[in-house]
């Protein structure tokens, strides 16, 4: 006999279960019911008093969100917390350039308003004279109209002609007739002593001095003159001509954003939106420059979209391309459009000048102007503790602002300034009456001087590096130039600023371009802290042009027009074009605006000031007196010059040979770099091994492992060095081919 198998199917019970219908297990479902069921829906009030709050009916949706969750709180100590202040003193009462600007401004504006009127007072005295008894006239019959109540004529005889056909009207116009006479008594009493007192001070004048006369009559003349004036004909001309611009208004806006054919938006406003919900603040004058709208765009949208169809949107709103200005405010999503439409055009807009272009001085541990954004306010540029890097196609401002920044520099007279013109026209020579080093040209001799140059820059970082390393806690507790720290001569810690125009022409030096690669990556990662700012600029940004080890390093950027999100990203940082940051949409008008990136928390649209060549040198002659006082008058701009003997790398071939005797087929490297500072040590000294292989790898020499002798120790080992027979092979492709350098 077998167990049961407790699995197994119990088919007598089941038939039983199926032939009895009011079996325990048994329902019958009415298919319609669950249906309607199913599909019902709760809203908020059924009128019967149910609400979200409720629990859902049975069988009826389940809601997904908590109703809890959902709602909003109405006082929250965390939201205000977390809520943004908006500042007590507006950002232009808060900035003393700004403000200092602005109250030029209005000085310049009254006073332009006086001289301007001044010259024409005598037309302006003839004027009212000639409408001075038109005035008198005027006054006379309105006070005589008010005297005898003739306001009040025409009723009174409208009432007798309807007491023609209604005699009861005749006792209206008894009690109009009452009135008026109460009221023309009274006047008349009134009027005496405004009489009398005509007569008397008439009486006065006539007895007093000829001054008092004359004003008095000035006095009369000017009120009854502007009395009797014409009302379409203003007495006073027009000393300022104002061209209104037509106001922003969110019809305008939505209708041009509709314009673009975005796919999103056109989606959006097909299922019906009318764009009233995308504005998240009113449409504001901002700066009394232009309008500021914020606009948060469909979900799906981004502000990028538009921001790349800046064209299109200003042809849609019917302004002139340099009046639209959109961006991408990131910090809320990437959909929140900020857009700007000035009155002016930004490129053509008259300008104020620079703050500094007659007086002042600069700091460069604190931020000097550098140019106005769309709306007017000035943008600043702090150049110490941070490198710069400058980009745009040929054309388009990039030496001018570069100069500018050189410009505010020397205005710091303890900084040193490094001005090199590789374009060789001589843009940057204005600097050259205050430029520690300066150069123009991409010759021979013009590249052996800016790489010597550039080595006396690296040598006086690693000097600075030991100095700030040596100094107390107490006086150096960041370990890093501080302002007081530079302006103790002592301790050599001053300022040094490098202006690089055209740098793509020393990266891509066969010769020397390692080595300037090396040294500027260098500076521009360890120069900052030590005092040293690079400011390399480029109308051909690449991987050449601006080797990365720079291009990623640099702080501060300004990027004009460009023509690809490579070059955008190459000069403002990575993933800017994905941000919204494009200065692509820049048009070849827009010369000197571009974006400012570094100085700020966002990114900045910057029209810098435009300083021509004969400006800049009455700058930099003010710059040169304030070195003179200073004792800071060194370098080029003392007559020095940079001695490019230690640049004679073309003899670096016979000079390794010289060193490398039959005997020695193979020699470290470190004993070469020894060995050539004791053959030419004004050319030698502090060479390093690293140098020697940068510099024979244009030869086509290369290092490799080789076996050797510590001359010091006896220890043999297994290291970096040179072989004899590869330097000869080279010394032999060099004079076989003309002198030039093999491959690199």
């Known amino acids: 006999m077998t167990a049961p198998d407790e699995n197994r199917f119990d088919w007598q019970a089941a038939e039983n279960d199926l032939s009895d219908p009011d079996g325990p297990d048994a329902e019958v479902v009415d298919l319609d019911a669950a249906r309607s069921r199913r599909g019902a829906s709760v809203t908020p009030d059924d009128g019967n008093g149910s609400n979200l709050d409720d629990d859902p009916p049975e069988g009826g949706p389940v809601l997904v969100d908590s109703v809890e969750a959902q709602r909003r709180p109405r006082f929250s100590l965390a939201g205000f917390r977390d809520a943004q202040r908006v500042p007590i003193v507006p950002g232009w009462l808060r900035s003393r350039t700004e403000f200092g600007g602005n109250v030029a401004w209005a000085g310049g504006f009254a006073a332009h308003a006086a001289g301007y009127h001044a ?146 938006i056109n989606d959006a406003i097909r299922r019906g939106d009318n764009g009233k919900r995308w504005f998240t603040a009113p449409i504001v004058r901002e700066n009394g420059t232009g309008w500021r709208a914020e606009v948060e765009l469909p979900r799906g949208v981004t502000a990028s979209a538009v921001v790349d169809k800046r064209e299109e949107l200003a042809a849609a709103l019917t302004r002139p391309l340099g009046c639209v200005w959109p961006e991408v405010n990131a910090e809320v999503h990437p959909g929140m459009l900020v857009l700007f439409v000035a009155d002016k055009d930004l490129s053509r807009a008259k300008q104020n000048p620079w703050p500094l272009l007659k007086a002042g001085t600069v700091n460069l541990f604190k931020p000097f102007a550098f ?31 570069l100069r500018l920044a050189l410009l505010g520099a020397c205005l710091d007279a303890r900084a040193w300034i490094l001005a090199f013109d590789l374009k060789g026209t001589g843009d940057l020579s204005p600097l050259e009456p205050v430029a520690h080093r300066y150069r123009a040209g991409d010759e021979e001799e013009d590249i052996e001087y800016g790489i010597a140059a550039m080595r006396e820059v690296r040598t006086e970082m690693r000097r600075r590096t030991k100095v700030i390393r040596e100094l107390p806690a107490d006086l150096c507790p960041e370990n890093k130039v501080t302002d007081a720290l530079a302006s103790k001569k002592s301790l050599g810690l001053h300022p040094i600023v490098i202006g690089i125009d055209e740098c793509q022409i020393w990266f891509e030096h066969p010769k020397y371009g390692d080595e300037f690669e090396e040294i500027c990556t260098d500076l521009i990662k360890r120069g900052p802290a030590t005092g040293i700012t690079l400011i390399p600029a480029t109308q051909r940004p690449d991987d050449k042009s601006l080797p990365t080890g720079i291009s990623a390093n640099a702080v501060l950027r300004f990027c004009l027009k460009v023509m690809g999100y490579r070059e955008n990203d190459m000069v403002l940082g990575q993933s800017m074009f994905k941000s919204g940051i494009r200065a692509t949409m820049f048009a070849k008008r827009d010369k000197g605006i571009g974006y400012l990136a570094g100085e700020g928390d966002d990114p900045t649209i910057t029209r810098t000031f435009e300083i021509d060549g004969p400006t800049a040198k009455t700058v930099v002659a003010r710059a040169r007196v304030l070195r003179e006082r200073a004792g800071n008058i060194t370098g080029h701009a003392a007559g020095h010059t940079v001695s490019t003997e230690a640049v004679r790398r073309d003899t670096i071939l016979e000079d390794v040979i010289a060193v490398m005797s039959d005997e020695d087929p193979k020699l470290w490297s470190t004993v070469i770099v020894e060995r050539l500072a004791g053959l030419r040590p004004a050319v030698y000294n502090g060479f390093t091994a690293d140098q020697l292989r940068e510099t024979l790898k244009p030869h086509g020499v290369k290092t490799g492992q080789v076996w050797g002798t510590d001359p010091d120790t006896g220890e043999a080992a297994n290291r970096k060095g040179i072989t004899r027979a590869h330097v000869l092979d080279a010394i032999t492709r060099r004079d076989r081919d003309g002198g030039t350098a093999g491959p690199k």
Request: proline residues 6%.
């Open 119 to 264: 010259l024409r007072l005598p037309k302006y005295t003839a004027k009212l004279a000639w409408h001075a008894p038109r005035g008198v006239g005027r006054v006379g019959r309105l006070y005589g109209r008010w005297l005898f109540d003739l306001e009040g004529e025409p009723v009174r005889q409208s009432v007798v002609r309807a007491a023609i056909d209604k005699p009861e009207e005749a006792k209206t116009y008894q009690g109009l007739s009452r009135q008026r006479d109460r009221r023309v008594r009274w006047r008349g009493l009134t009027a005496i002593p405004a009489i009398l007192a005509l007569f008397t001070l008439a009486g006065v004048l006539l007895v007093a001095p000829g001054a008092a006369q004359l004003a008095a009559l000035a006095v009369v003349v000017t009120v009854f003159g502007f009395v009797g004036a014409p009302t379409d004909r203003p007495l006073l001309d027009t000393a300022v001509v104002r061209t209104a611009a037509a106001p922003l208004t969110s019809v305008e806006v939505f209708t041009a954003l509709a314009a673009l054919n975005i796919k999103g």
């Open 371 to 401: 140019g106005t954004d769309p709306r007017g306010r000035s943008v600043t540029l702090t150049l110490m503790f941070a490198s710069m890097i400058i980009g745009s196609i040929p054309r388009m401002g990039k030496t001018f602002a």
